[in-house]
C-alpha cells in the first residue's frame, strides 16, 4: 500500500512540473513578443528623434515604461511558475496552489528593482535616441566610462560559454539553464552533463547549481537576448569608430 502512494505521489508530481514546464514554456514566447515590442519602440524612437520631434519621443518612452510594468509582472509569473512547480511535494492535504503563486511573486517582487526609469531596457532606449545625435558622447549626468557600461548592458549572465570558450553570439545552439541562467553550447554542455551521472555541477566558475538536461533549454526569450548582444556590439564598435575619427580631425587641426 505505501509502495502504490509514493507511486501515486511520484506521478502527481511529474504531471505538475510538465505542467509547469509547459506553462513556463507558454509564458516565455510571451516574454519574447514583449522584447520585440521594445526593440520596434527604439526603431520608432530613434527615427522620430531623426526628425527631431522630440515630444513625440518622451511620449514613446512613457509607453515604454507602463509597458515594462507589464513585462515585469509576466517575468515574475514565468518565474514563480517554474519555481512552485519544481518545489512542489503534493501531501495528504490539497494544496493551495494559488497561495503558493502569490507568495511567490511577492518575494520576486521584493527582491527586484521597483524603479522601472532605471532599467536596462530603457537605459538602451535613451541611449538609442541620444546617440542620434550625440554618438560617442555621454549621456547627460554621465561619465564617458558609463557609455560603455550601458552599451554593453544585457540580460545574459555570461557571454562566452564555459565549456567551449566561445562567445555566446557565436553559439550554433545556445541554451540556457533554468536554474541559475547560464548559457552553453548545447551539444558541449549535454556531453558535459552525460559525462557527471546525474551529478554535473555549472561549470561557470563559482556557480552552486546542478545541472538536469531537461532543465537547460533554448528558449524564445534567449535567441531574442543574443540578438540584442549582437545588435549592441556592433553600436559599439560604430561609437568606437567615431570616436577614433574624431580623434584624428583633433590631431589634423593642431
Same mark, same amino acid.
Given at each position: 500500500?505505501?509502495?502504490?502512494?509514493?507511486?501515486?505521489?511520484?506521478?502527481?508530481?511529474?504531471?505538475?512540473?510538465? /505542467?509547469? =514546464?509547459?506553462?513556463?514554456?507558454? %509564458?516565455?514566447?510571451? *516574454?519574447?513578443? $514583449?522584447r520585440? #515590442?521594445?526593440?520596434?519602440?527604439?526603431?520608432?524612437?530613434?527615427?522620430?528623434e531623426?526628425?527631431n520631434?522630440?515630444?513625440?519621443?518622451?511620449?514613446?518612452?512613457?509607453?515604454?515604461?507602463?509597458?515594462?510594468?507589464t513585462?515585469?509582472?509576466?517575468?515574475?509569473f514565468?518565474?514563480?511558475?517554474?519555481s512552485?512547480g519544481?518545489?512542489?511535494?503534493?501531501g495528504?492535504?490539497?494544496?493551495?496552489?494559488?497561495?503558493?503563486?502569490?507568495?511567490?511573486?511577492?518575494?520576486?517582487k /521584493?527582491? =527586484?528593482?521597483?524603479?522601472?526609469? %532605471?532599467?536596462p531596457i *530603457?537605459?538602451? $532606449?535613451?541611449? #538609442?535616441?541620444?546617440?542620434?545625435?550625440?554618438?560617442?558622447?555621454?549621456?547627460?549626468?554621465?561619465e564617458?566610462d558609463?557609455?560603455?557600461?550601458?552599451?554593453?548592458?544585457?540580460s545574459?549572465?555570461?557571454?562566452?560559454?564555459?565549456?567551449?570558450?566561445?562567445?555566446?553570439?557565436?553559439?550554433?545552439?545556445?541554451?540556457r539553464?533554468?536554474?541559475?541562467?547560464?548559457?552553453?553550447?548545447?551539444?558541449?554542455?549535454?556531453?558535459?552533463?552525460?559525462?557527471?551521472?546525474?551529478?554535473?555541477?555549472?561549470?561557470?566558475?563559482?556557480?552552486?547549481?546542478?545541472?538536469?538536461?531537461?532543465?537547460?533549454?533554448?528558449?524564445?526569450?534567449?535567441l531574442?537576448e543574443?540578438?540584442?548582444?549582437?545588435?549592441?556590439?556592433?553600436?559599439?564598435?560604430?561609437?568606437?569608430?567615431i570616436?577614433?575619427?574624431?580623434?584624428?580631425?583633433?590631431e589634423?587641426?593642431?
Amino acid at each position: 500500500m505505501a509502495s502504490t502512494s509514493a507511486s501515486r505521489s511520484t506521478g502527481v508530481t511529474g504531471r505538475i512540473r510538465t /505542467a509547469a =514546464s509547459t506553462l513556463y514554456s507558454d %509564458n516565455q514566447s510571451l *516574454i519574447a513578443e $514583449f522584447r520585440k #515590442a521594445f526593440n520596434m519602440m527604439k526603431e520608432i524612437g530613434v527615427d522620430l528623434e531623426r526628425d527631431n520631434k522630440s515630444q513625440m519621443v518622451k511620449e514613446l518612452e512613457n509607453a515604454a515604461v507602463e509597458l515594462l510594468a507589464t513585462y515585469e509582472d509576466c517575468t515574475h509569473f514565468s518565474s514563480a511558475i517554474h519555481s512552485v512547480g519544481d518545489r512542489c511535494q503534493p501531501g495528504e492535504e490539497s494544496t493551495n496552489f494559488k497561495k503558493l503563486f502569490e507568495d511567490e511573486i511577492v518575494k520576486l517582487k /521584493a527582491s =527586484s528593482s521597483s524603479v522601472l526609469q %532605471n532599467h536596462p531596457i *530603457i537605459r538602451q $532606449f535613451r541611449e #538609442a535616441i541620444w546617440n542620434v545625435h550625440h554618438a560617442g558622447e555621454p549621456m547627460p549626468g554621465e561619465e564617458q566610462d558609463d557609455i560603455v557600461m550601458t552599451s554593453t548592458q544585457c540580460s545574459l549572465l555570461n557571454i562566452t560559454c564555459p565549456l567551449s570558450g566561445k562567445p555566446v553570439v557565436d553559439l550554433a545552439e545556445p541554451v540556457r539553464s533554468i536554474e541559475c541562467k547560464h548559457v552553453y553550447e548545447k551539444n558541449s554542455i549535454m556531453l558535459y552533463i552525460r559525462s557527471k551521472n546525474a551529478r554535473a555541477k555549472c561549470p561557470v566558475a563559482g556557480c552552486p547549481k546542478m545541472l538536469q538536461a531537461q532543465k537547460v533549454l533554448c528558449d524564445p526569450v534567449l535567441l531574442m537576448e543574443i540578438d540584442e548582444m549582437r545588435a549592441m556590439s556592433k553600436q559599439t564598435a560604430m561609437t568606437d569608430v567615431i570616436e577614433d575619427c574624431t580623434a584624428l580631425d583633433e590631431e589634423d587641426c593642431d
